[in-house]
């Protein structure tokens, strides 16, 4: 959420087979052995003894059933004490309840049943709400709840119970919590609603995507202990593509294949299963890395909860995180729940990596999607324990603080709320071989729990320094909503890249014409080094790019002077002001070939910027064949053309605007000197240029030197609006140049990849136009 005007370790799937339910789990990895028991309130061992409580599921004709909690709470009574009436004999199951133990949190697997645990500090009372497989309707629900003993379902500050009888797969569960009503100390407790589990590693909720009738649904944990390993196969790797290599595609997974054009079925659309149909086309387009808008379990309706000038839209990106464990149910196929998810995003991210594509996820680890205090959402965090999950204004009513604008900060640097993210990370890299992160608004995770910025942040740091994670890409996007703006500051430990947003502002301003940008463009192209060159930071820590997902696509970028946002009930009040962009001449959609030609070239202009530039270049889904979503710069709630990638309009330039960005991206993997793994030197490249004090000059050349082989590049930047004939070097020894991209040409002119032969000593350069010539034999 861009809110600024801008090796590989053991696997093992959590769907174990049935055989592992004798084997006693590992202690917790993270919160046993990272975080000292004082800080989780745990004077000593981690769990009690054993119960001896049973109890029966009782068909309840309400949503919960009083005696039965309090009956089964009684841990010390005998089977035949707790025996409960039944409605009908197929109704009947015996449970039996001990008291566990604390870690690992979650749901896990021990010898005789499943163990329940959940983090809770504040909390007076929990009760264990379970949602039992093929019992009760949609209108007769069938929960039966277990109040933990705090003298025996508790060690320190975790809440646990272990229950024998419930079935391996199919299971619903929550936790109803109460504790102080103190709002201005920072409590939110309210016992009326069930819980998700924050280590919950699947959640059940509605089954199709913006199904307004499911709307009201309630959300689940469940989990999986059934199924058999996910088969990555004996001869599966991960690409491990380095740093340098890479051009990341940014992407959303719904919004890729929804659209009827992609041809697909319509139970495939919208779905992981879909990202694998089109896999060719993002090989023909040339990336090698796929970084996924949000794919943890989010709420698509959350705007639908009450009347509001937003009621109208979905949530279509995702940036509303319900959990950070369980991968978004409804982008299975057919609806097929959140097992099925699980297993075809692995589907996915294994298709991917056997095409040698790198998979990233966009993580939403600064606010959940609980809202603000005006209008609060409580489905887990807020209930459970409010006061260790988010930043308070203790001064203020203990207030929810909103670094993140959406209405609460996590409280990431907190000892639990940190080794909640660090599992949550592991998981994913574990449980899913993801490659990488990109971390949203990533400022906030450098705040500490009152809000004030953090000079050595520990939750980063130890993202950095974390053995399993150290494999992985971790891009940081540099600013929060509160201002803490750290591009080319976050705090790196020389591991996290950022997402360069002072490179998406500077090229933005110097391709539209702007005066005085020559300089800084020159900067921004050969690697940012006045950002990144300290330590051991190399030119990949700059994540080069010049459109997101937030903002203009780059056809929009070209095409509108202003936002045009009335479709998203804010009167226009939303997404950013400062674009740095330019209509060419006519605001919007038009019909006049000049403008539509110079749109073209300039278009054409920003991704031979972007490719040519050190460091790693990001470019946005749809961009390859311009997709536009008229000029709206903060689509995030349209589930609709708007953002869904129109696979017809891809057939319709397949020959011109995408030949040309395809080409574009395969000329930088076949050329090194243009992905260097350290900073320019004065040997690497020529300037040019004699008068960089000139305001007013918008014409920039320079020659970048292949010390190999002499194949050098040299390449001319033209913003004013009139021819420059440029005087041309000579090439190297033995070599001459060929023309590769001319943007002023015409398809397939603009860019032919063996090079047309080029002898002259100077080359007429359009207004709003650049060239590519090659050194060859």
């Given at each position: 959420m ?21 084997r006693?789990?590992?202690r917790?990895p993270?919160?046993g052995?990272?975080?000292?028991a004082?800080k989780l ?10 119960g ?6 009782h ?8 005696r ?9 009574s005998?089977a035949?004490?707790?025996a409960m009436?039944?409605?009908?004999p197929?109704?009947e199951?015996l449970l ?14 021990v ?6 645990s959940i983090?809770s ?9 379970l ?17 933990l ?9 975790i809440?646990?119970?272990?229950v024998?009888g419930?079935?391996?797969?199919g299971v619903?569960?929550?936790y ?9 100390q ?6 009326s ?21 499911e709307k ?8 999986d ?5 996910f ?6 790797l991960l690409p ?10 940014e992407m959303?997974?719904r919004?890729?294949?929804a659209?009827?054009?992609s041809?697909?079925?319509p139970?495939?659309?919208g779905s992981?299963l879909?990202?694998?149909?089109k ?6 387009l040339g990336?090698?890395?796929?970084e ?14 009450y ?21 978004m149910?409804?982008y299975?196929?057919a ?11 692995k ?11 790198e998979v ?7 606010h ?11 489905t ?17 009513n203990a207030?929810l603080?909103?670094?993140?604008g ?5 409280n ?5 709320v ?6 949550s ?10 490659d990488?992160?990109r971390?949203?608004?990533a ?18 740091k130890?993202?950095?320094?974390d053995s ?7 891009i940081a996007?540099?600013?929060d909503?509160?201002g ?13 890249a ?6 998406r502002?500077?090229i933005r301003r ?26 051991k930071?190399?030119?990949h ?6 459109i ?20 998203n009930g ?8 400062d ?21 073209s070239?300039q278009?054409?202009n ?5 490719m ?7 470019m946005?889904m ?8 008229y ?11 708007i953002?869904h990638?129109?696979w017809?309009?891809?057939e ?7 030949r040309?960005?395809s080409?574009m991206?395969k000329?930088?993997h076949?050329?090194r000197?243009l ?9 690497d ?5 004699d ?5 007013e ?25 009139y ?8 090439p190297p ?7 590769v991209?001319?943007t002023?040409?015409e398809s ?5 990849p063996e ?7 100077r ?7 650049c ?7």
């Open positions: 861009d809110s600024v005007g801008t090796n590989r370790p053991p696997l093992r799937s959590v769907a174990a087979p049935r055989s592992s339910a004798l006693r789990p590992p917790h993270a919160l052995n990272r975080v000292a004082s309130g745990i004077a000593s061992g981690l769990g009690g003894g054993t001896g409580c049973f109890g029966k599921v068909r309840l004709d309400a949503v919960r059933d009083t039965a909690r309090a009956q089964s709470g009684r841990t010390g005998s035949t004490e707790l009436e039944c409605t009908g197929s109704t199951m039996k309840y001990s008291s566990g133990k604390a870690f690992p949190l979650g749901v896990s697997e010898e005789g049943g499943l163990n329940f983090f500090q504040h909390a007076s009372s929990v009760a264990l709400c949602k039992l497989p093929d019992r009760g309707t949609k209108d007769d629900v069938e929960i039966v709840e277990f109040a003993n705090c003298q025996k379902n508790k060690t320190g500050d809440w646990h119970v272990s024998e419930l079935p391996a797969s619903l569960y929550g109803r919590i109460n504790g102080p009503r103190g709002w201005e920072g409590h939110r407790f309210d016992s609603v069930i819980l998700l589990d924050p280590y919950a590693k699947l959640v059940s909720g509605r089954k199709y995507f913006g199904a307004d009738e009201s649904s309630q959300v689940f944990g469940t989990y202990f059934d199924s058999y390993p088969d990555w196969d004996d001869d599966y491990n593509l380095p740093e340098t290599d890479l051009v990341i595609y959303n997974v919004a890729f294949t659209d009827e054009s041809g697909l079925d139970a495939v659309r992981y879909g990202v694998i149909e896999i060719p086309h993002l090989l023909e990336v090698n890395a796929v996924l808008l949000p794919v943890f379990e989010f709420d698509e309706l959350e705007f639908k909860r009347p509001n000038p937003r009621d109208h839209m979905v949530n279509t990106w995702g940036y509303s995180t319900m959990n950070f464990f369980a991968p149910s409804r299975a196929s609806g097929g729940g959140p097992v099925a998810a699980s297993k075809e995003l589907k996915m991210v294994k298709a991917l990596h056997n095409a040698g594509i990233i996820l966009d993580v939403v680890y600064n959940t999607n609980e809202a603000d205090d005006a209008n609060p959402y409580i887990s965090f807020r209930g459970i324990d409010n006061k260790v999950y988010y930043m308070l204004d203790l001064n203020n207030q603080l909103n670094f993140s959406c209405g609460n900060t996590l990431c640097n907190h000892p639990v940190m080794e909640l993210i660090l599992d990370l592991r998981h994913w890299v574990n449980e899913y071989h993801i990488g992160f971390f949203d608004l400022s906030v995770l450098c705040r500490g729990p009152n809000g004030s910025p953090l000079d050595a942040p520990p939750l980063i130890e993202i950095a320094k399993v994670l150290s494999r992985c890409k971790i996007e540099p600013w909503c509160g803490l703006y750290l591009v080319g500051r976050f705090p790196n430990w020389d591991r996290w950022e997402w360069n947003g002072q490179y502002d500077d110097y391709i539209k014409g702007d005066a005085g940008m020559k300089g800084v463009f020159a900067t921004r192209v050969s690697g940012s080094a006045d950002l990144y060159q300290v330590n930071r190399k030119p820590h700059s994540v080069n790019f010049v997101a997902h937030d903002g203009f696509t780059l056809y929009d970028l070209v095409s509108y002077n202003l936002k045009h946002n009335h479709a804010e009167s226009g009040r939303d997404g950013c002001n674009n740095f962009s330019w209509n060419c001449g006519v605001e919007g959609e038009t019909n006049d070939l000049n403008v539509l030609n110079l749109r070239r278009m054409k920003f991704h031979v910027a972007l040519i530039s050190q460091g790693i270049p990001m946005l749809g961009d390859e064949y311009a997709h536009t979503r000029g709206n710069n903060n689509s995030y709630g349209h589930d609709t053309f953002n990638f129109q017809g309009q891809l319709e330039r397949r020959d011109g605007h995408f040309f960005f080409e991206i000329f930088r076949n050329h000197i992905r260097r793994d350290r900073f320019l030197n004065k040997n490249v020529t300037w040019h240029e008068c960089w004090e000139n305001q000059s918008k014409f920039l050349a320079f020659t970048v030197h292949d010390h190999n082989s002499c194949e050098d590049i040299y390449l001319a930047f033209n913003a004013h609006d021819f420059v004939n440029s005087v041309i070097p000579p020894h033995h070599k001459c140049w060929n023309r991209v001319d002023n040409l397939p002119n603009d860019i032919v090079g047309v032969p080029f002898s002259g000593s080359y007429r350069i359009a207004p709003y136009s060239i590519l010539l090659k050194a060859k034999l």
